[in-house]
Protein backbone atom coordinates (compact mmCIF):
# COMPACT_ATOMS: atom_id res chain seq x y z
CA UNK A 1 0.00 0.00 0.00
CA UNK A 2 1.13 3.40 -0.36
CA UNK A 3 1.16 4.09 3.34
CA UNK A 4 3.32 0.68 3.34
CA UNK A 5 5.95 2.49 1.09
CA UNK A 6 5.90 5.71 2.95
CA UNK A 7 6.38 3.76 6.88
CA UNK A 8 9.76 1.95 4.57
CA UNK A 9 11.28 4.72 3.46
CA UNK A 10 13.39 5.78 6.28
CA UNK A 11 16.43 6.32 5.04
CA UNK A 12 17.52 10.00 3.77
CA UNK A 13 19.47 10.43 0.65
CA UNK A 14 20.08 8.05 -2.25
CA UNK A 15 21.45 5.30 -0.32
CA UNK A 16 22.78 2.51 -1.71
CA UNK A 17 21.23 0.22 -4.71
CA UNK A 18 20.70 -2.53 -2.06
CA UNK A 19 18.74 -0.14 0.32
CA UNK A 20 16.81 1.46 -2.77
CA UNK A 21 15.81 -1.87 -3.65
CA UNK A 22 15.02 -3.59 -0.81
CA UNK A 23 14.43 -0.95 1.90
CA UNK A 24 13.19 2.27 0.04
CA UNK A 25 15.03 5.47 0.17
CA UNK A 26 13.69 9.43 0.07
CA UNK A 27 15.15 12.48 -1.16
CA UNK A 28 13.69 15.55 0.63
CA UNK A 29 14.03 19.40 -0.05
CA UNK A 30 12.67 22.24 2.01
CA UNK A 31 12.64 25.78 2.65
CA UNK A 32 14.44 27.09 5.91
CA UNK A 33 11.08 27.72 7.46
CA UNK A 34 9.51 24.90 6.55
CA UNK A 35 9.43 22.38 9.41
CA UNK A 36 8.89 25.52 11.74
CA UNK A 37 4.92 25.11 10.26
CA UNK A 38 5.11 21.38 8.81
CA UNK A 39 7.24 19.93 12.13
CA UNK A 40 10.22 18.33 12.16
CA UNK A 41 8.94 14.41 11.67
CA UNK A 42 6.99 15.98 8.65
CA UNK A 43 8.26 13.94 5.83
CA UNK A 44 7.11 10.81 8.02
CA UNK A 45 3.15 11.41 7.27
CA UNK A 46 2.90 13.97 4.22
CA UNK A 47 1.67 11.55 1.70
CA UNK A 48 -1.13 10.24 4.44
CA UNK A 49 -2.09 13.51 4.97
CA UNK A 50 -5.88 14.22 4.80
CA UNK A 51 -5.78 17.13 3.29
CA UNK A 52 -9.20 18.28 1.97
CA UNK A 53 -9.58 21.64 1.29
CA UNK A 54 -10.30 21.90 -2.62
CA UNK A 55 -9.24 18.59 -2.90
CA UNK A 56 -8.81 17.27 -6.56
CA UNK A 57 -7.92 13.33 -7.54
CA UNK A 58 -7.25 11.87 -10.93
CA UNK A 59 -4.89 9.12 -12.06
CA UNK A 60 -3.11 8.62 -8.93
CA UNK A 61 -2.29 12.39 -8.28
CA UNK A 62 -4.21 14.25 -5.76
CA UNK A 63 -3.82 17.99 -5.36
CA UNK A 64 -5.19 20.15 -2.32
CA UNK A 65 -5.05 23.26 -0.67
CA UNK A 66 -3.30 22.77 2.67
CA UNK A 67 -2.78 25.42 6.22
CA UNK A 68 -0.34 25.11 8.40
CA UNK A 69 0.33 26.62 11.95
CA UNK A 70 -1.61 28.63 14.18
CA UNK A 71 -4.37 31.49 13.21
CA UNK A 72 -1.60 33.55 14.18
CA UNK A 73 1.06 32.63 11.75
CA UNK A 74 0.12 30.23 9.16
CA UNK A 75 1.45 29.14 6.04
CA UNK A 76 -0.58 27.92 2.90
CA UNK A 77 0.40 25.60 0.50
CA UNK A 78 -1.02 23.67 -2.52
CA UNK A 79 0.03 19.79 -1.94
CA UNK A 80 0.49 17.88 -4.87
CA UNK A 81 1.18 13.90 -4.61
CA UNK A 82 1.93 11.35 -6.91
CA UNK A 83 1.43 7.99 -5.46
CA UNK A 84 1.50 5.78 -8.45
CA UNK A 85 4.22 6.71 -11.08
CA UNK A 86 5.35 4.53 -13.89
CA UNK A 87 7.59 1.61 -13.30
CA UNK A 88 9.98 3.00 -16.04
CA UNK A 89 10.14 6.18 -13.73
CA UNK A 90 10.66 3.79 -10.59
CA UNK A 91 13.42 2.08 -12.85
CA UNK A 92 15.70 4.78 -13.04
CA UNK A 93 14.72 6.45 -9.80
CA UNK A 94 16.42 2.90 -8.73
CA UNK A 95 19.45 3.44 -11.15
CA UNK A 96 20.06 6.62 -11.18
CA UNK A 97 18.59 8.17 -7.83
CA UNK A 98 19.83 11.83 -8.26
CA UNK A 99 17.51 12.17 -12.24
CA UNK A 100 14.93 13.72 -10.45
CA UNK A 101 12.68 11.12 -12.62
CA UNK A 102 9.39 12.36 -10.64
CA UNK A 103 7.09 15.32 -11.29
CA UNK A 104 7.55 16.94 -8.06
CA UNK A 105 11.08 17.22 -8.54
CA UNK A 106 10.77 18.55 -11.91
CA UNK A 107 8.60 21.05 -10.39
CA UNK A 108 10.61 22.06 -8.21
CA UNK A 109 13.60 22.32 -10.59
CA UNK A 110 11.25 24.32 -12.87
CA UNK A 111 10.28 26.46 -10.32
CA UNK A 112 14.00 27.28 -8.77
CA UNK A 113 15.03 27.71 -12.38
CA UNK A 114 12.18 30.18 -13.20
CA UNK A 115 13.26 32.19 -10.16
CA UNK A 116 16.79 32.40 -10.78
CA UNK A 117 15.99 33.56 -14.38
CA UNK A 118 14.04 36.66 -12.33
CA UNK A 119 10.88 35.28 -13.18
CA UNK A 120 7.91 35.68 -11.24
CA UNK A 121 7.17 32.41 -9.77
CA UNK A 122 5.78 30.78 -6.44
CA UNK A 123 7.82 29.36 -4.08
CA UNK A 124 8.29 25.37 -3.53
CA UNK A 125 8.19 25.54 0.33
CA UNK A 126 9.04 21.68 0.18
CA UNK A 127 9.50 18.64 -2.09
CA UNK A 128 10.28 15.20 -2.49
CA UNK A 129 10.35 11.59 -3.68
CA UNK A 130 10.46 8.13 -2.17
CA UNK A 131 12.10 5.57 -4.11
CA UNK A 132 11.71 1.98 -3.69
CA UNK A 133 11.02 -0.67 -2.48
CA UNK A 134 10.97 -2.42 -5.46
CA UNK A 135 11.44 -0.24 -7.92
CA UNK A 136 8.03 1.55 -6.38
CA UNK A 137 8.42 5.89 -7.06
CA UNK A 138 5.90 8.78 -5.22
CA UNK A 139 6.69 12.39 -5.20
CA UNK A 140 5.04 14.86 -3.31
CA UNK A 141 5.38 18.91 -3.58
CA UNK A 142 3.87 21.92 -1.62
CA UNK A 143 4.10 25.17 -3.53
CA UNK A 144 3.34 28.07 -1.12
CA UNK A 145 -0.39 29.85 -2.16
CA UNK A 146 -0.43 32.91 -3.88
CA UNK A 147 -2.75 34.08 -1.52
CA UNK A 148 -4.67 37.40 -2.12
CA UNK A 149 -4.45 36.54 -5.63
CA UNK A 150 -6.54 35.84 -8.71
CA UNK A 151 -6.26 33.85 -12.16
CA UNK A 152 -6.71 36.17 -15.11
CA UNK A 153 -9.30 33.97 -16.53
CA UNK A 154 -11.43 35.22 -12.96
CA UNK A 155 -9.70 38.29 -12.30
CA UNK A 156 -10.48 39.90 -15.59
CA UNK A 157 -14.26 39.66 -16.10
CA UNK A 158 -14.63 41.08 -12.31
CA UNK A 159 -12.25 44.00 -13.54
CA UNK A 160 -14.53 44.78 -16.52
CA UNK A 161 -17.34 44.71 -14.21
CA UNK A 162 -15.17 47.19 -11.09
CA UNK A 163 -13.52 49.62 -13.63
CA UNK A 164 -15.10 52.25 -16.31
CA UNK A 165 -14.96 51.24 -20.01
CA UNK A 166 -11.66 53.74 -20.65
CA UNK A 167 -9.73 52.63 -17.83
CA UNK A 168 -10.78 49.02 -18.51
CA UNK A 169 -8.95 49.10 -21.87
CA UNK A 170 -5.72 50.98 -20.63
CA UNK A 171 -5.92 48.19 -17.45
CA UNK A 172 -6.31 45.53 -20.14
CA UNK A 173 -3.46 46.98 -22.21
CA UNK A 174 -0.85 47.29 -19.15
CA UNK A 175 -1.65 43.61 -18.40
CA UNK A 176 -0.97 41.84 -22.13
CA UNK A 177 1.94 44.35 -22.28
CA UNK A 178 3.31 42.34 -19.18
CA UNK A 179 1.98 39.03 -20.07
CA UNK A 180 3.68 39.61 -23.58
CA UNK A 181 7.11 40.32 -21.63
CA UNK A 182 7.07 37.18 -19.33
CA UNK A 183 6.08 34.82 -22.11
CA UNK A 184 8.97 36.39 -24.61
CA UNK A 185 11.32 36.14 -21.76
CA UNK A 186 10.78 32.59 -21.16
CA UNK A 187 10.95 31.80 -25.11
CA UNK A 188 13.65 33.57 -25.77
CA UNK A 189 15.52 31.07 -23.86
CA UNK A 190 13.72 28.39 -25.90
CA UNK A 191 11.65 27.15 -22.56
CA UNK A 192 8.27 26.75 -22.83
CA UNK A 193 5.25 26.22 -20.13
CA UNK A 194 3.42 23.99 -21.96
CA UNK A 195 0.31 24.89 -19.95
CA UNK A 196 0.08 28.78 -21.00
CA UNK A 197 -3.34 29.77 -20.46
CA UNK A 198 -4.94 32.35 -18.88
CA UNK A 199 -5.58 30.46 -15.38
CA UNK A 200 -2.19 29.85 -15.06
CA UNK A 201 -1.18 34.01 -14.85
CA UNK A 202 -2.41 35.63 -11.75
CA UNK A 203 -2.60 39.12 -10.07
CA UNK A 204 -3.30 40.72 -6.69
CA UNK A 205 -7.24 40.63 -6.50
CA UNK A 206 -7.08 44.67 -5.29
CA UNK A 207 -5.54 44.79 -8.88
CA UNK A 208 -8.89 44.45 -10.17
CA UNK A 209 -10.09 47.88 -8.56
CA UNK A 210 -7.44 49.88 -9.90
CA UNK A 211 -4.94 50.69 -12.20
CA UNK A 212 -1.87 49.59 -10.97
CA UNK A 213 2.19 49.83 -12.89
CA UNK A 214 1.58 46.26 -13.69
CA UNK A 215 5.71 45.31 -13.78
CA UNK A 216 6.19 42.51 -11.36
CA UNK A 217 2.56 42.25 -10.57
CA UNK A 218 1.47 39.25 -12.80
CA UNK A 219 2.73 35.92 -11.35
CA UNK A 220 2.99 32.60 -13.51
CA UNK A 221 2.33 29.28 -12.11
CA UNK A 222 2.09 25.47 -12.50
CA UNK A 223 5.41 24.98 -14.09
CA UNK A 224 5.16 21.27 -14.51
CA UNK A 225 5.94 20.37 -17.84
CA UNK A 226 8.39 23.75 -18.35
CA UNK A 227 10.87 22.32 -21.02
CA UNK A 228 13.56 23.57 -22.98
CA UNK A 229 13.75 22.79 -26.73
CA UNK A 230 16.56 24.13 -28.71
CA UNK A 231 15.78 22.23 -32.13
CA UNK A 232 11.77 22.30 -32.12
CA UNK A 233 11.70 25.59 -30.37
CA UNK A 234 9.22 27.12 -33.27
CA UNK A 235 6.45 24.29 -32.46
CA UNK A 236 6.77 24.55 -29.27
CA UNK A 237 6.33 28.44 -28.97
CA UNK A 238 3.03 28.21 -31.71
CA UNK A 239 1.30 25.47 -28.61
CA UNK A 240 2.38 28.16 -25.93
CA UNK A 241 0.51 31.19 -28.35
CA UNK A 242 -2.24 28.80 -29.36
CA UNK A 243 -3.16 27.47 -25.80
CA UNK A 244 -3.03 31.68 -24.46
CA UNK A 245 -5.06 32.37 -27.45
CA UNK A 246 -7.44 29.60 -26.92
CA UNK A 247 -8.22 30.29 -23.46
CA UNK A 248 -9.16 34.05 -24.14
CA UNK A 249 -12.34 33.18 -25.34
CA UNK A 250 -13.95 35.38 -21.88
CA UNK A 251 -16.12 37.98 -21.39
CA UNK A 252 -13.35 41.07 -21.51
CA UNK A 253 -11.53 40.34 -23.92
CA UNK A 254 -11.57 41.17 -27.74
CA UNK A 255 -10.38 41.06 -31.05
CA UNK A 256 -7.86 44.12 -30.03
CA UNK A 257 -6.88 43.03 -27.35
CA UNK A 258 -5.63 39.88 -29.12
CA UNK A 259 -4.11 42.24 -31.34
CA UNK A 260 -2.18 43.97 -28.53
CA UNK A 261 -0.79 41.14 -27.11
CA UNK A 262 0.35 39.73 -30.65
CA UNK A 263 2.37 43.59 -31.47
CA UNK A 264 3.86 43.20 -27.96
CA UNK A 265 5.02 39.68 -28.13
CA UNK A 266 6.29 40.09 -31.65
CA UNK A 267 7.16 43.56 -31.77
CA UNK A 268 8.62 44.84 -35.26
CA UNK A 269 8.97 41.13 -36.16
CA UNK A 270 5.22 41.05 -36.93
CA UNK A 271 6.09 42.94 -40.00
CA UNK A 272 7.67 39.84 -41.74
CA UNK A 273 6.19 37.60 -44.10
CA UNK A 274 7.19 34.20 -41.72
CA UNK A 275 5.53 35.83 -38.61
CA UNK A 276 2.15 36.02 -40.61
CA UNK A 277 1.91 32.36 -41.46
CA UNK A 278 2.95 31.05 -37.96
CA UNK A 279 -0.03 33.66 -36.49
CA UNK A 280 -2.26 31.79 -39.25
CA UNK A 281 -0.74 28.55 -37.92
CA UNK A 282 -1.42 29.51 -34.11
CA UNK A 283 -5.35 30.83 -34.66
CA UNK A 284 -5.20 26.85 -36.33
CA UNK A 285 -3.90 25.15 -33.46
CA UNK A 286 -6.42 27.50 -31.11
CA UNK A 287 -9.41 26.18 -33.71
CA UNK A 288 -7.80 22.58 -32.66
CA UNK A 289 -8.02 22.95 -29.29
CA UNK A 290 -11.26 24.55 -29.07
CA UNK A 291 -12.99 21.48 -31.36
CA UNK A 292 -11.22 18.86 -28.94
CA UNK A 293 -12.97 20.43 -25.85
CA UNK A 294 -16.35 20.68 -27.49
CA UNK A 295 -15.54 16.85 -28.22
CA UNK A 296 -14.97 16.12 -24.87
CA UNK A 297 -18.12 17.74 -23.44
CA UNK A 298 -20.24 15.85 -26.03
CA UNK A 299 -18.71 12.51 -25.02
CA UNK A 300 -19.47 14.02 -21.25
CA UNK A 301 -23.30 14.59 -22.65
Same mark, same amino acid.
Given at each position: ?????????? %???????? +?????? $???????????? =???? *???????????TDR????????????????? /?? +????????????????????????????????????????????? %???? $??????????? #?????????????????????? @?????????????????????? +?????????????? =??? *?????HFY??????????????? $???????????????????? @????? +?LLY? /????? $??????? #? =????? =?? *???????? /?? @????????????????????????
Open positions: SDSAICRRSI %LTGTGTLW +QRLFHG $VRRLRQQPHWPD =FAGP *DWAEHIMQAAVFHAKQGRTIARWTLGPD /SR +QLVVYLKRHYRLPWWHGLLALLWPEGDWSPAMQEWDHLEWARSAG %LPVP $VAAAGGEFIGP #WGRLSSFIAVEELTGMLALHEA @IPLAAKELDALTFRRWKRGLLR +QMAVLTRNLHDRRC =FHK *DLYLCIDREDTRRLPDWRGR $VRLIDLHRLARHRLTWPWWG @IKDLA +QS /SDLPG $VDDRDRL #W =FARRY =FG *DARRRWSI /SW @IRQIIRLQAWNYQRRHERRLRRRK
